[in-house]
């Protein structure tokens, strides 16, 4: 194995050098659990942490190594390695941290294409689907939604379901799979190039585990049973992992998210409800809300059946999320703000009166 087996290219070796870090080796952070890290190099697979610098020069959570980044180590015990440095990241899929207000979680590192599966039984979620497509569009991760559990289904409701997605979610491609059957397997395997990189985006129970295992020919992650009792898979995956497929190209798997908040993520809003931001144009006010205005095109192709109305109220509750992490991320700056402040006021009237 090469690191170019693993994405490495000519952009990070740049980099590499114009940092002087030829010193040290390169391997990318393959799992992440508690702050400990498994770093896969051509060599084989480490035990990572950080050095002290790292740790305490790191501005916020999102400064630590993610799943997918490049990191320089160097080793100092048998199969382990320090972490002296992550290397910048081309892409980074993240969503509102869970429980804290104004953070950012990162879900996983220098993507280039992001596998969104939905099975199709009772968890199908076309909302939770835009969602997806949002943190995938803010990171200008290129999105492939994966329709699991075919088997579940007659054709004719296949047929109707991946019609209703298409008619909501244009210009996304759309592949219908059987995990249990390997229906459509073929083609997912032919989306994935030598050299990308691809993440298991989904809920937890809709298949990605297993889909996991069979992308890779191996059953390397641990799967379970659909519960008899609400007839929904069971949750499994409770870390990040990355996995370099023998025919070339990179998987991640994730654990499954049962939240899927949005931070500043105005660029994917705007890519994936282009419709609703083309008939904007055409709005009355600028600053238009889309909500109670006069004159608001947006609403008019609402009612007039141009804009699909679930879609449009999935967008303003998007946007609300959106609007209401960045005042918030706003107070906490200014918070900090007005402590450094009244700190550099104390330590200079500390000064003076010694």
């Known amino acids: ?51 002290g610098n790292l740790r305490f020069t790191a501005q916020s959570r999102s400064d630590f190594p993610a799943v997918g980044d490049w990191v320089a180590i160097s080793e100092y015990d048998d199969h382990k390695v320090l972490i002296h440095s992550v290397f910048p990241r081309r892409t980074v899929i993240e969503r509102q941290a869970v429980g804290r207000q104004g953070e950012k979680q990162i879900i996983a590192t220098n993507i ?30 290129k999105p492939i939604i994966v329709l699991n559990k075919i088997d579940l289904i007659s054709g004719s409701e296949l047929s ?20 249990e059957h390997r229906t459509g397997l073929e083609k997912l395997k032919a989306c994935i190039e030598k050299g990308k990189t691809y993440c298991l985006l989904g809920s937890s129970g809709v298949g990605k585990s ?40 990179i998987l991640i798997d994730n ?11 105005k ?12 008939w904007s144009q055409g709005c009355k006010f600028k600053d238009c809300t ?13 009612e007039d059946g141009q804009v699909d109305r679930s879609s449009y109220e999935n967008f303003l509750k998007m946007e609300r999320e959106k609007e209401h992490f960045e005042s918030t991320v706003a107070e906490k700056r200014k918070k900090e703000k ?11 009237v500390n000064y003076k009166n010694r």
């Open 160 to 179: 109707a379901l991946a019609s209703k997605v298409q008619e909501r979610v244009k210009h996304v491609q759309v592949i219908p799979i059987s995990n």
């Open 267 to 278: 660029d994917g809003l705007e890519k994936t409800f282009s419709a609703i931001f083309e």
């Open 290 to 302: 889309h909500t109670t205005e006069v004159g608001c095109a947006v609403l008019k192709a609402v």
């Open 255 to 265: 654990p499954g998210m049962r939240e899927v908040g949005i931070a500043d993520a």
């Open 338 to 348: 007005a402590l450094g402040k009244m700190v550099k006021h104390y330590k200079k």
């Open 1 to 51: 194995m090469k690191l170019e087996d693993l994405g490495y290219d000519a952009a990070l070796e740049r980099y590499r050098k114009s940092q002087n870090l030829d010193a040290f080796g390169v391997g990318r952070v393959i799992s992440e659990h508690k702050e400990r890290y498994v770093v896969k190099t051509p060599e084989g697979e480490y035990e990572g942490e950080m050095v």
């Open 112 to 141: 280039d294409y992001a596998f969104i599966v939905q099975a199709v039984d009772r968890d199908f979620n076309l909302n939770r689907i835009e969602r997806y497509l949002t943190i995938c569009n803010a990171s200008n991760v």
């Open 210 to 249: 297993t889909l996991f295992n069979n992308l890779s020919g191996k059953p390397l992650m641990k799967t379970n049973t659909v519960s008899s009792s609400n007839h929904k898979g069971r949750h499994v995956t409770s870390h990040r992992e990355l996995l370099a497929l023998e025919e070339g190209g």
